[in-house]
């Protein structure tokens, strides 16, 4: 008999024809909290539209942010 698969055991497969995401699968995405996530989208670090009262990530704001990041830490460096 199969064992049960916990939440935790899965591990979530990022849909690539999803065009917006909420701001938990962008969290989960980036591998940070969804609070911190939640202060980037506000802070503008995270690029994010409004879809009516919805708050959305387009999907390709995750690798814009990340390159940010590496050119960040690169002219640090």
Request: aromatic share 2%; glycine share 4%; hydrophobic share 40%.
């Amino acid at each position: 008999m199969a064992e049960p698969r916990t939440l935790s055991s899965v591990q979530e497969t990022p849909d690539p024809s999803l065009v917006l995401l909420t701001v938990e699968e962008t969290a989960r995405r980036l591998r940070i909290g969804r609070t911190t996530c939640f202060r980037l989208v506000r802070a503008g670090e995270i690029e994010s539209v409004m879809v009516g009262r919805l708050r959305r990530v387009p999907a390709d704001a995750v690798p814009a942010y990340v390159s940010k990041l590496r050119h960040r830490s690169a002219e640090a460096a």
